[in-house]
């Protein structure tokens, strides 16, 4: 691990980079928090758990010089890809990134569309994954520890969402993300409110949209674009 030098002048707390790391497992929160904290331009301020906890934090905190440093291990409802989304809805101009071990190239897209401005990996040499925080924060794109092989797969995976999302409506994403949980059409229009004729329905459209002809059909082409996360049904 780098160590800080003693004879560089303290960077000031406006200057100084600050890290929000939110990731599920307490171990690995605190080996980030060690990394970065040993560095003297850039400090963790805070650690979170869950997403609630996440968005918490960053709303602690001015987004000026501040990156939330998202664990995509984040699972449940409210998910990393959720958290995402919804502090890029709430912060246009935070800085986020992804940060996983051993992520597949579909959950790095994923992260990258709903609104991470990169990705790191966890395995990454800790001076590249120090360096990868510090251009992220100057407004660079950012893909630290992984191949450079994945680039054209994510880029044809942003494309295959981007189009599948435009097909789909926001009723039929949530209908395709609960069925996703392997709930049958009566427990998914329960969990949703309403008939289940209606679910039946909108699961009919989704086929037709997709060009699929079965629910597991449907599912695995919406998870290969990072549309939904794949649970029991798959």
């Given at each position: ?80 890809y959720w958290l995402i989304r919804t502090l890029r809805e709430r912060y246009p101009t935070l800085c986020i990134l992804g940060c996983g071990a051993n992520a597949e190239t579909v959950s ?29 924060a100057t407004g660079e794109m950012v893909l630290a520890g992984a191949p450079t092989t994945w680039i054209p797969e994510i880029a044809n995976d ?77």
């Amino acid at each position: 691990m780098p160590s800080r030098s003693t004879s560089s002048r303290p960077v000031s707390i406006t200057k100084r980079l600050n890290v929000v790391v939110i990731d599920p497992l307490h171990v690995v929160r605190a080996g980030i928090a060690l990394l970065i904290d040993d560095q003297p331009d850039m400090a963790v301020v805070a650690q979170a758990a869950s997403a609630e906890e996440g968005i918490e934090a960053v709303a602690g905190y001015p987004r000026r010089r501040l990156i939330a440093l998202v664990g995509l291990g984040l699972e449940g409802e409210h998910d990393a890809y959720w958290l995402i989304r919804t502090l890029r809805e709430r912060y246009p101009t935070l800085c986020i990134l992804g940060c996983g071990a051993n992520a597949e190239t579909v959950s790095v897209s994923r992260a990258l569309f709903v609104g991470a401005d990169g990705f790191v990996d966890k395995n990454a040499a800790p001076l590249e994954f120090l360096q990868a925080l510090r251009e992220a924060a100057t407004g660079e794109m950012v893909l630290a520890g992984a191949p450079t092989t994945w680039i054209p797969e994510i880029a044809n995976d942003i494309e295959r969402r981007r189009d599948a999302d435009a097909v789909l409506t926001a009723r039929e994403l949530q209908v395709l993300a609960v069925a996703a949980e392997g709930l049958t059409s009566r427990q998914i229009a329960n969990r949703l409110g309403v008939q289940e004729r209606t679910i039946t329905t909108h699961l009919g459209r989704i086929y037709g949209k997709l060009g699929v002809g079965s629910r597991v059909a449907a599912i695995r082409s919406a998870a290969r674009s990072g549309l939904v996360s794949v649970g029991a049904a798959e």
